[in-house]
């Protein structure tokens, strides 16, 4: 559809389309890389108290508390932690105070694909640089003959849909490669086993790092996102921000926030089942013939030599297990699979072998 009504540019967006969220129960819904365990008894008893009090009034625009928190628990100031609706809002807020700069932006060939999006939206030329041999990406290649030649760069470390991580020195290789340039490290999935660049920013003042609740912290619905930087970044974020809405965070987002990053043990006794379970399910998957690609994460991503990913994922969801297929070029061969409880991967386990017993 297209008209006359609309500015130009939106007749040349290609939106992000997320992943299916069904409306029918029972599925075994693994294909937008949720936490499989609800959010922390504190959150929830957190959320219950703050709705009874105060939702006549605005939050506060700042977030002030749940910045304190979220800088105290990374040992940053608090001018050096920036919250946003969804690290989603938050990477956008950033390509558009970093990045619109008349020049190309580095990335990744397959990487997070909003980015791309937000090239879009924000008359970014983005410049995507192939990763090698098994889908890794060599951080040398993300380099121009100029440094100044480029806008900047964003990774996703560990990366999505690969899983794959980045050690912290390839990460300050990068950040060395541009020292006049922001580099955004995109770190969705670094509680699952990745290494973080946070202890970095004291040392580089092109350093941006983010963060979302959405995953690690089993609070995809409340829509809440970090980033992390020096204070001159953050005041950049800031004051696109504060020139779009005042408000992105309402009031229960921020304190159910706050109480996710208070409640450690709880945090790490899902990870770390997560991170088990991703063991197990890789190991079985392998058993079953699937190349896995070594995953930092809270998904897998795996493709099977001799089945199609296309008719996997689609007999999986006859079988009501979802899973995400994506029909781009170079991994359009490859299924991600975000890891679930303990009973849900066996119940994938149980349809992926059911479905290569079939003749092909
Ligand atoms: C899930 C994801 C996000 C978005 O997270 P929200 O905070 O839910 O908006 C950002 N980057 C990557 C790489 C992700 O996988």
């Known amino acids: ?51 009874r009090t105060g939702l006549e009034r605005y939050p506060d625009p700042e977030s002030t508390e749940l910045r304190r928190t979220i800088a105290a628990h990374h040992g940053l100031q608090l001018g050096e932690v920036f919250v946003g609706n969804g690290s989603d809002e938050v990477l956008a807020h950033a390509f558009q105070a970093f990045f619109q700069q008349g020049l190309p932006l580095l990335m990744p060939d397959i990487t997070y694909s909003f980015y ?7 008359g970014i030329p983005a410049k995507t640089v192939p990763l090698r041999e098994g889908l890794r990406l060599q951080v040398a290649d993300l380099q121009e003959p100029s440094a100044e030649a480029v806008a900047g760069v964003v990774v996703a470390n560990p990366n999505a849909p690969t899983g794959i991580g980045l050690p912290l020195s390839d990460i300050e290789q990068l ?43 089993s609070l995809a619905g409340l829509r809440v996102g970090v980033a992390m930087g020096q204070r001159h970044l953050v005041e950049a974020l800031e004051r696109i921000k504060n020139s779009f809405n005042s408000y992105p965070l309402d009031k229960l987002a921020q304190v159910g926030a706050q109480a996710a990053y208070e409640d450690q043990a709880y945090f790490d006794r899902c990870r770390q089942a997560v991170i088990h379970s991703r063991e197990g399910l890789s190991l079985q998957l392998e058993d079953l013939g699937f190349e896995v690609l070594p995953s930092q994460t809270n998904f897998i991503f795996a493709r099977h030599p001799q089945r199609d990913a296309a008719a996997l994922a689609a007999g999986l969801r006859e079988r009501a ?40």
């Open 1 to 51: 559809m297209t008209s006359s009504f609309w500015s130009p540019v939106v007749g040349t967006l290609k939106p992000y389309v997320p992943g299916e969220q069904p409306r029918v129960a029972n599925l075994v819904k693994l294909n937008t890389n949720e936490n499989p365990y609800p959010p922390s008894p504190w959150v929830l008893k957190t959320l219950e108290a703050a709705l």
């Open 321 to 360: 297990v979802l899973v995400r297929h994506f029909r781009l070029p170079r991994i359009e061969q490859f299924l991600r699979i975000s890891v679930g409880t303990p009973d849900q991967c066996q119940a994938l386990v149980d349809a992926v072998r059911e479905l290569l017993a079939l003749p092909v």
């Open 175 to 217: 950040l060395r490669q541009h020292p006049n340039r922001v580099v955004l490290v995109d770190e969705a999935y670094v509680d699952f086993g990745g290494q973080s660049a946070v202890p970095l920013i004291e040392h580089y003042p092109n350093l941006l790092v983010v963060h979302t609740l959405s995953k690690s912290r």
């Open 116 to 122: 791309a999006v937000y090239c879009g939206l924000y």
